[in-house]
């Protein structure tokens, strides 16, 4: 991986955009830009990093500075506006999930990128959680037989996941378009995806269930039914009180668990006498900095990433499904699509 000679542009300075130009900065990226409507945040951020570019105009950072990438770390309203910019600037871009609040204008992004000959890379943490990776690894390598169902849960307290800042103002309290649970929590989607495996059939609903001061739904669930039969629940909420991530798989022959509490996958075979457990000890920006290496070697490379926006528009025309079903009260069929990108160890 080299980074010394390219320059990337972090457009969204907020938390997840601060995480990931810090990291950049590590990883040893020399040049680095930072794009914010709120000019101060940008340069409080830049004063941080020790570096001399911080903005609140797109349309000159990508002119002035000509960046190698773009990282896209604005609310999901903006993503394909910030995108296309960069695309049309001729820059590599890596966008946080989702790509985009709906399908609209999707396609024509994809397109665009291929035009320009430049990719779109997602950033779908997840799949470079040391945890989830080693669940996924035991369910594709048939630990536990066949898969036959599963649970995937995933929540949290919406006004303590940033502790700094009034979560009314967040993008997630701003109705369907912004950022209801379904996209915020969309990496629960994504990760049945690539662990479990594709849907074809999807129900689902949707609510706003609490007494928190949103607009948009704040729990959701789907039941979904994949390729090889298998059904799969999956639940995500801004509600829990205390944050909580697991699933857990039945097997032909068992039963496969991970949960963020302890940090262990746990499996047990119908013929074990207990129960065997993988101690996975996570930090969490690990997995950030490994999809952030992923990106920067295939920026340097000229190698397209796997997981790229075909990957962002799958998942997010499943979280589409999911509230079409919800909205209509009815079975949504999904097309077969072949299997995702998995990361793999280094």
Same mark, same amino acid.
């Given at each position: 991986?080299?980074?010394?000679?390219? /320059?990337?542009?972090? +457009?969204?300075?907020? @938390?997840i955009g601060s995480r990931h130009a810090r990291n950049l900065r590590a990883l040893g990226a020399p040049d680095l830009a930072l794009c914010d409507v709120d000019h101060a945040?940008?340069?409080?951020?830049a004063s941080a990093l020790e570096t001399e570019v911080a903005t609140d105009d797109l349309e000159?950072?990508?002119?002035?500075? /000509?960046?190698?990438? +773009?990282?896209?770390? @604005?609310?999901?309203?903006t993503h394909l506006e910030v995108a296309t910019r960069a695309l049309e600037a001729g820059a590599h871009v890596f966008c946080e999930e989702p790509l985009?609040?709906?399908l609209d204008g999707v396609d024509e992004l994809l397109?665009?990128?291929?035009?320009?000959?430049?990719?779109i890379m997602m950033g779908m943490?997840?799949?470079?959680?040391?945890g989830l990776r080693r669940l996924q690894q035991r369910v594709a390598g048939g630990t536990v037989g066949r898969l036959l169902g599963a649970q995937l849960w995933m929540g949290h307290y919406l006004p303590d996941r940033h502790p700094s800042a009034d979560y009314r103002s967040g993008s997630s309290t701003q109705g369907r378009l912004a950022d209801g649970v379904l996209l915020d929590g969309i990496h629960a989607l994504d990760t049945l995806r690539w662990a479990l495996g594709e849907p074809v059939d999807v129900l689902g609903m949707l609510g706003k269930v609490s007494d928190l001061a949103v607009d948009a739904e704040d729990l959701a669930a789907a039941i979904l039914r994949l390729e090889n039969g298998a059904i799969v629940e999956v639940h995500v909420d801004h509600l829990q009180r205390h944050a909580v991530s697991r699933c857990e798989v039945?097997?032909?022959?068992?039963n496969l668990a991970w949960d963020s509490s302890t940090q262990a996958v746990r499996w047990r075979r119908s013929d074990?006498?207990?129960?065997?457990?993988?101690?996975?000890?996570v930090d969490t920006n690990e997995m950030y900095v490994a999809e952030l290496c992923e990106f920067v070697d295939c920026v340097a490379s000229g190698r397209r990433p796997a997981l790229d926006g075909a990957e962002g528009r799958a998942s997010l025309a499943l979280a589409s499904a999911v509230r079409t079903a919800a909205e209509s009260r009815r079975l949504i069929s999904l097309p077969a699509r072949p299997r995702p990108f998995v990361a793999t160890d280094s």
């Open positions: 991986m080299t980074v010394s000679r390219l /320059r990337f542009a972090v +457009v969204g300075c907020g @938390t945040r940008a340069v409080q951020l000159a950072l990508l002119v002035g500075y /000509r960046p190698t990438a +773009v990282l896209v770390c @604005t609310p999901p309203g985009a609040p709906t397109d665009l990128a291929e035009r320009q000959q430049r990719f943490c997840h799949r470079f959680h040391g039945i097997g032909s022959e068992g074990d006498i207990g129960w065997n457990e993988e101690r996975v000890p």
